[in-house]
């Protein structure tokens, strides 16, 4: 196995069998390897520099109904919310005198806030803030609305495919949604010029280990500068919320895995991860990872956004705890790095 991780570090591929055979993998010292190569190949990009992103969410409204996803269109529990300009802007002010210098935004897919509306905000916080990046994650749109925003200043777009299997992917959305389009919005993005951003959850209904090797050869294929994975959390009001939570174990393998497949991607270690694993974002960077998202959005909406259970949104995972961020990415010899964090293929 080592002799396949080797390889995997060298030329960045393997074959389909390779692929399942590290997937399937469960001896810790191959897995310690694996993780070891892969911290390697990160610390030789980046240093021990950890990018952070001040995350947004703007919008818990949706017109899409994913079975996995708590803020999807048929929960009538939860509390609707949509922030206006000027919180957001507010948001990007308190996140920029912390040392961010770069703002995701993130959304459902809210007919109620239009493009010109996200046109706006994004050339606002571009204007007010030329230093800092500003990354989009807000669904699937127009090839046209997406190249309105990255005119307007955005810099990146985080869109993930979920998964890459056509038949998997309607076990998991309704009728109405289509696994070709949100790859063709993929290569939209691409197309215009953003730093695109795409990834899986790990472990969802009805997930196999083929799966995974689909989305591996995708991404692949696809090279995005930014993967993100994180475990399936089931959310108590949708038709998943009694699956069992997906694997941290599994999530650090591949997480692996794409490092040493794209070593200058940007990929996070996930507030996922550390919500089923109270080391889970320790985890993640030893595993390979170099960002971490800490969250900028109002203390009385986070609660509101809660795509699976008991989402982490207080202490480290929030802009207001970046010092116990930084205290805990010191434990493991890291730093909070003040950089934008771009990708860059030398």
Do not use: W
Request: glycine residues 8%.
């Amino acid at each position: 196995m080592k002799i396949i991780i080797d390889r995997l570090r060298s030329v960045h591929t393997l074959e389909i069998d390779e692929y399942k055979q590290l997937l399937s993998c469960r001896e810790q010292n191959t897995i310690d390897y694996l993780h070891q190569q892969a911290r390697e190949v990160a610390l030789s990009e980046f240093g021990n520099q950890i990018y952070i992103r001040g995350l947004i969410e703007i919008s818990n409204c949706c017109r899409n109904d994913c079975y996995y996803c708590g803020i999807r269109k048929s929960n009538t529990t939860i509390k609707r919310y949509r922030l206006d300009e000027d919180i957001i802007l507010d948001c990007c002010k308190q996140g920029y005198q912390l040392g961010f210098r770069t703002f995701v935004l993130q959304g459902g897919e809210d007919a109620g806030m239009s493009d010109d509306t996200i046109e706006f905000i994004v050339a606002n916080i571009h204007k007010l803030y030329p230093d800092c990046a500003v990354t989009l994650s807000l669904g699937e749109k127009s090839f046209e609305s997406y190249k309105r925003f990255f005119q307007a200043g955005a810099n990146r777009y985080l869109l993930r495919h979920e998964t890459y299997n056509e038949i998997h992917y309607r076990y998991l959305h309704p009728e109405k949604m289509s696994s070709e389009y949100r790859i063709n919005c993929l290569n939209n993005l691409k197309t215009i010029g953003y730093q695109v951003g795409t990834g899986i959850m790990v472990g969802s209904p009805f997930q196999t280990i083929d799966n995974l090797v689909n989305d591996i050869l995708f991404i692949e294929k696809f090279q995005p500068e930014m993967i993100g994975i994180g475990p399936f959390i089931p959310h108590k009001d949708t038709p998943f919320a009694s699956y069992p939570t997906g694997s941290v174990e599994l999530t650090l393998i591949l997480l692996s895995i794409f490092r040493l497949m794209r070593p200058k991607a940007l990929i996070p270690s996930t507030t996922a991860l550390n919500t089923i694993d109270s080391k889970g974002r320790e985890k993640g960077i030893l595993a390979g990872a170099n960002v971490i998202m800490p969250n900028l959005t109002p203390n009385t909406q986070r609660k509101n956004y809660e795509l699976y259970n008991n989402k982490s949104h207080l202490g480290a995972e929030s802009a207001e705890g970046l010092e116990i961020l930084r205290k805990q990415m010191q434990a493991i010899g890291y730093e909070i790095s003040g950089e934008r964090g771009d990708y860059v293929q030398h």
